[in-house]
C-alpha cells in the first residue's frame, strides 16, 4: 500500500505560570481580584485558541498561591497540568511545605505527616497537584539538597545553613523555570513589581523569560485589572506608566496566541504559504518508493567529481526512501530503543515520539529528498542541455554540410525547448520552495528525539524567521509540542545514561557525516575546477591552431581542402570546448561545493567540541552529572543542527530554477 501522510500536529496554547505565595502581602491583600483578572484572561486564552486546537497546556511548579491557583482554574477547563519540578516529587513537598522544625522535615521526607498542621495542609495541596499533573521531576541533586534541608532546619539560628539552602533551592527552582520557559508560548506572572534580583523568584523568572523572547503577561499583584503584556526585559526598565486600554491589550493578546498557533493570515495575504496551507501541501505530496534516474544530475556530478574512487563515481544513486510506518522499526529503532531504556523512563514517550515525530520526519525526508533531485537535478539538465544545444548546432561544421544543417538545427531547438520546460515546470510546481520547506521540516525533527528525552526545548523565540514561508518551524514545533515533557523523575544515572546512550551517539553519527561531506564536496568543486580550467586551456588551443592552420593556408604551406577541413574541426572545438567549459564552470557555481564543504566542516568542528565535552562528562563521578550540564549540552547540539540549516539556506536561498544564461 502507498504510505499516507501522518495527521499533521495539532496546534496547542503551551502557558506557564509563575506567582507569589500565599505568604505575599501584596497577593494576600488582592486574592480575589487576583482571582478574578485570572479566570477572565483563562477565558480570554480558551477562546482565542479556537475549537480546532489541542487542549491548552499549563506548567506550574504547585508551589502555594498564584501556582494552585491557575491549576485550579486550568482544571476547570480541561487543560492539561504539567508539573515541571526543581526536586524529586517527595523533597519538593518537603520544601514547600515548609516546615517549622527538624521533626516536620523528617516526617515530609520520609512520607509521613507534618504535626504542624499549616504545614500538614500545603503538603496535602502539593500531594493533590502533583497527583492531577504529569511531572518531569529534577531529582539529580536530591540528596546534596535534602542535606541541606535538614541541616537548616536541625540549626535555625545558623545563618550559613540557611544561606547554603536558600542558595541551592534558587539555583534548582532557577533550572526548572528554565525548563518550563522553554515549553512555554507565554508566561503568567503574578508579580508586585519589587525584586527581579531574587534567583528562582518570581521577578527573575519574568526577567529570564523576556530574555529568551518569551512575551510575559504580567498581572500586577497590586492592581492585578492592569496587566499588560511585556516583550522585552527593557520595557521593565521605563515606560510602564501608561497602560494601554483593555481593547488594545486584548488584542495584543489575541495576535500572540494567533502567531502561536499559526493562524496568523499574513502571509496568506500576501500570496505566500502560511501554516495551514504549507502542512496541506505537504501532506498532499505522492509518496515515491525511491529517487527517479532523469534526476539524479546533481548527486552524479557529486559523485563523479567528490569520489576517490572509480567505483564509487559509478555506483547506483537510487535511493528508497524509508515509509514512515518502516522506520519505526528500521533506521530509527535503535534511537528509540536508546530512549526506552534510560532508568526510571516514561513508558509512553518512545511511543508518542515515534507517532508525532519519526512518522512525521520520514514522510518529510523522502518528500524533500524526491524535491532536492527535482530542483538540483532540473538545473544540473538545464547546464547540459544549454551546452549541448550549442555544440549540437554547430556540429554540422566538421561533420556534415549545411545542406543538413536543419537537422543539426531541430537538436539544438529540441534541447532549448527541453529547457524552459524544465524551467517552467519548476517554477511552476515550486520545486525550490517545496525542497527548502521540508527539507527544514525534515532536519528540526530528526534531532528533535534527543532534546525529548532531555525534557529540553528550542523556546518558540529562538526559531529561525522565514521570511518567505513559516509554516516549517511551526509545523516542527507543534510536533514536538505534542510530545511535550517526558513523565520521569530525572536522576544523576538517568543523564549519564542519556548523554551515553542517546546525545553521544547522535554527536558522533553527524560528525562523521559532515566529515566525508565536507571532503566529498571539496574534492567536487577542486576537481569541476581543474576540468573547466583544462578546457579553457583547450580551447585556447584549438583556437591558435586554428589561427596558425590559417596562416600556413595563406602562405600555401598547407593544401587548401586538407587546411579547409582542420580548419572546420578546430572551429568546432573552438566552439565546444569553452562551452562545456563554461557548462562545469556553471554547475560548479550552482552547486556552491566549496562553500557546503566549508559549512560541514565548521559543523564537524562544533560537534567535535560538543562531543569532547560529553566525553568529559561522562568520565565525571555520578553524583557530579546534573541536569545544567545536560541541557546545556542538548542545546548546544541543538544549535549546531539550526546553525547549519541556517548556513546552506543562505547558500541556495537565491539559486531559484531558472534557464542558463
Not at 444 to 467: D, E, F, T
Not at 618 to 626: N, T
Request: aromatic fraction near 8%.
Amino acid at each position: 500500500m502507498t504510505p499516507q501522510a501522518p495527521p499533521a500536529p495539532e496546534p496547542r496554547l503551551s502557558l506557564a505560570i509563575t506567582g507569589h505565595r500565599e505568604s505575599n502581602a501584596a497577593f494576600a491583600a488582592n486574592r480575589a481580584a487576583i482571582a478574578a483578572t485570572l479566570e477572565s484572561l483563562f477565558d480570554r486564552l480558551a477562546a482565542a485558541t479556537g475549537p480546532n486546537s489541542a487542549p491548552v497546556r499549563l506548567h506550574s511548579m504547585l508551589v502555594d498561591g498564584a501556582d494552585q491557583m491557575a491549576m485550579a482554574l486550568g482544571r476547570a477547563r480541561g487543560w492539561e497540568l504539567v508539573a515541571p519540578l526543581p526536586f524529586g516529587r517527595r523533597l519538593n513537598k518537603a520544601i514547600n511545605a515548609h516546615p517549622l522544625d527538624l521533626a516536620d522535615g523528617e516526617a515530609l521526607l520520609g512520607g509521613g505527616a507534618a504535626s504542624n498542621p499549616a504545614t500538614q495542609a500545603r503538603s496535602e495541596a502539593i500531594r493533590t497537584w502533583a497527583d492531577a499533573s504529569l511531572l518531569f521531576e529534577l531529582a539529580d541533586r536530591d540528596e546534596a539538597i535534602a542535606a541541606l534541608f535538614l541541616a537548616k532546619l536541625a540549626a535555625p539560628a545558623d545563618l550559613h545553613a540557611a544561606q547554603a539552602h536558600s542558595f541551592a533551592v534558587s539555583e534548582r527552582v532557577a533550572l526548572a523555570a528554565q525548563v518550563m520557559i522553554e515549553q512555554a508560548d507565554l508566561l503568567i506572572a503574578i508579580w508586585d513589581g519589587a525584586s527581579t534580583s531574587l534567583t528562582g523568584g518570581t521577578g527573575a523568572t519574568l526577567v529570564q523569560a523576556l530574555d529568551t523572547g518569551c512575551p510575559v503577561l504580567w498581572v500586577d499583584a497590586r492592581a492585578p485589572a492592569g496587566w499588560r503584556i511585556l516583550l522585552s526585559p527593557e520595557e521593565l526598565a521605563g515606560g510602564t506608566e501608561v497602560l494601554p486600554q483593555l481593547a488594545e491589550r486584548q488584542a495584543v493578546l489575541d495576535n500572540l496566541v494567533r502567531n502561536a498557533l499559526g493562524g496568523n493570515a499574513d502571509h496568506t495575504r500576501l500570496g505566500k504559504a502560511g501554516y495551514a496551507e504549507g502542512v496541506a501541501a505537504l501532506d498532499a505530496q505522492h509518496w515515491r518508493s525511491s529517487s527517479a534516474w532523469p534526476w539524479h544530475g546533481y548527486r552524479r556530478i557529486e559523485a563523479l567529481f567528490g569520489s576517490a574512487t572509480a567505483s564509487a563515481r559509478l555506483r547506483s544513486l537510487r535511493q528508497t526512501y524509508e515509509p514512515p510506518d518502516a522506520m519505526l522499526a528500521g533506521s530509527a529503532s535503535e534511537m528509540l530503543g536508546a530512549i526506552g531504556a534510560l532508568p526510571d523512563q516514561d513508558p509512553s514517550l518512545v511511543e508518542r515520539t515515534g507517532t508525532a515525530i519519526i512518522r512525521r520526519f520520514a514522510w518529510a525526508d523522502g518528500i524533500s529528498a524526491r524535491l532536492s533531485d527535482m530542483y538540483r537535478g532540473g538545473m544540473i539538465l538545464n547546464f547540459l542541455f544549454s551546452a549541448l544545444a550549442i555544440v549540437g548546432g554547430m556540429a554540422y561544421l566538421p561533420f556534415s554540410n549545411a545542406e543538413h544543417k536543419w537537422i543539426f538545427a531541430m537538436f539544438e531547438v529540441s534541447l532549448l525547448i527541453a529547457i524552459v520546460v524544465i524551467t517552467v515546470i519548476g517554477q511552476r510546481r515550486r520545486w525550490h520552495g517545496r525542497w527548502f520547506e521540508t527539507r527544514r521540516a525534515a532536519e528540526y525533527l530528526r534531532h528533535a528525539p534527543i532534546l525529548l528525552a532531555m525534557g529540553a526545548a528550542r523556546p518558540p523565540a529562538l526559531w529561525p524567521k522565514a521570511a518567505e514561508a513559516p509554516w516549517p518551524e511551526l509545523y516542527a514545533r507543534h510536533a514536538i509540542r505534542s510530545v511535550g515533557l517526558p513523565r520521569v523523575r530525572v536522576t544523576s544515572a538517568y543523564l549519564r545514561q542519556a548523554m551515553s546512550s542517546v546525545l553521544l551517539p547522535y554527536a558522533e553519527s553527524q560528525r562523521g557525516y559532515h566529515r566525508l561531506k565536507a571532503k566529498r564536496l571539496a574534492h567536487a568543486h577542486h576537481n569541476l575546477d581543474r576540468v573547466s580550467n583544462v578546457l579553457f586551456l583547450l580551447a585556447i588551443l584549438s583556437v591558435t591552431a586554428y589561427l596558425l592552420l590559417s596562416f600556413s593556408g595563406a602562405l600555401h604551406l598547407l593544401e587548401g581542402a586538407l587546411a579547409s577541413r582542420i580548419s572546420l574541426f578546430l572551429t568546432f572545438l573552438g566552439v565546444l570546448l569553452p562551452t562545456w567549459g563554461a557548462a562545469i564552470a556553471g554547475i560548479r557555481y550552482f552547486g556552491d561545493f566549496e562553500r557546503f564543504s566549508a559549512i560541514s566542516k565548521v559543523t564537524a568542528e562544533q560537534l567535535d567540541a560538543v562531543t569532547e565535552r560529553i566525553g568529559a562528562l561522562l568520565q565525571a563521578p555520578l553524583g557530579a552529572i546534573h541536569y545544567a550540564h545536560a541541557s546545556t549540552l542538548a542545546h548546544a547540539l541543538d544549535d549546531i543542527v539550526v546553525g547549519e540549516i541556517e548556513s546552506w539556506q543562505a547558500v541556495f536561498a537565491g539559486k531559484h530554477i531558472t534557464v542558463p544564461v
